[in-house]
């Protein structure tokens, strides 16, 4: 079976179980459709190919804090970031439990955050050349990442790629990192956690196809679309965490444990990270 006959056989087996109507067709529709066509021109305005590459930041428009904190940092590190309204979890119904992983209102409206993003991203221009940037509002810089480094691992990527995961975590559960890395490389996989990824038109129309509607938590979905089609990439520098920070994850971008996303606010989840991610050969309390 070819990669298109594979996506379409992933795209009539979800129809078969859509979530929609188990969480109130009508209310997520028109929430979704509100919600989408404020923001569906994002990339209206025409890039050049020296001006600052597009941040999309998800982010509640409750939660003005967490705009400002990352969208400073995000421009100071060279990004023109620009804020996508996030779906609110206190709006949408419960959905039906579907497998043993927790999946809330909160789980399901930071997944369709991220299929409205996709949305607008599948409207535009972005190419391999140059994609687009999503950003959840709790990501951060890691210490050593520059500019530099993100258009280094984008250039590592073939042209047809759907995911260039910037910033992950437990990637070491599909990946072999044994080996030193001294320079930020792309590696071929899938990974966990949506905070910082890259993603072009082509490969945003693919995950709309393939994963639209959500059965589960977006960063499982990703991680099974990646799985399947093997078209996603992992950039791993190889950087350790800082000593005693807030962060976590691995990547060009890791997470604030200080600022974790509103949209899916898990401690529990937060816990585990901190005690399971840790990829070997690393050590996550130093630099």
């Known amino acids: 079976?070819?990669?298109k006959s594979k996506r379409d056989a992933r795209s009539k087996s979800t129809k078969k179980n859509l979530w929609l109507p188990s969480v109130g067709f009508a209310v997520v529709f028109g929430i979704f459709a509100f919600a989408f066509s404020s923001q569906s021109r994002l990339f209206s305005t025409p890039q050049t190919d020296d001006s600052p590459p597009t941040a999309l930041v998800?982010?509640?428009?409750?939660d003005k804090k967490r705009w400002k904190t990352?969208?400073?940092l995000l421009r100071n590190f060279g990004f023109h970031p620009q804020r996508?309204?996030?779906?609110?979890?206190?709006?949408?119904?419960k959905p039906k439990q579907r497998g043993p992983e927790a999946f809330t209102s909160k789980h399901l409206a930071l997944g369709m955050s991220h299929i409205k993003a996709w949305m607008s991203v599948a409207q535009s221009n972005a190419t391999a050349a140059r994609p687009a940037f999503i950003f959840e509002d709790d990501a951060l810089p890691h210490p050593h990442s520059t500019m530099k480094h993100v258009e280094s691992t984008v250039q590592q990527v073939p042209s047809n790629f759907s995911i260039l995961y910037l910033g992950h975590?437990?990637?070491?559960?599909?990946?072999n990192f044994s080996s030193e890395v001294k320079s930020p490389v792309a590696?071929?996989?899938?990974?966990y956690c949506t905070h910082a990824y890259a993603i072009t038109a082509d490969g945003a129309k693919r995950l709309l196809q393939a994963l639209h509607p959500l059965q589960d938590a977006v960063d499982r979905e990703m991680a099974q679309y990646c799985r399947h089609f093997k078209d996603c990439y992992v950039a791993?520098?190889?950087?350790?965490?800082m000593k005693h920070s807030n962060s976590y994850g691995h990547g060009l971008f890791l997470q604030n444990w200080g600022e974790m996303p509103s949209v899916t606010q898990d401690t529990?989840?937060?816990t585990r990270l901190y005690f399971d991610d840790v990829i070997p050969g690393d050590d996550p309390a130093g630099m």
């Open 1 to 3: 079976m070819g990669r």
């Open 58 to 62: 998800i982010n509640l428009k409750r």
């Open 70 to 72: 990352t969208s400073t």
């Open 84 to 93: 996508f309204e996030a779906i609110d979890g206190n709006d949408l119904p």
């Open 169 to 175: 975590c437990y990637a070491h559960l599909f990946h």
């Open 187 to 191: 590696l071929n996989g899938p990974a």
């Open 236 to 241: 791993y520098p190889r950087w350790h965490r």
């Open 268 to 270: 529990d989840r937060q």
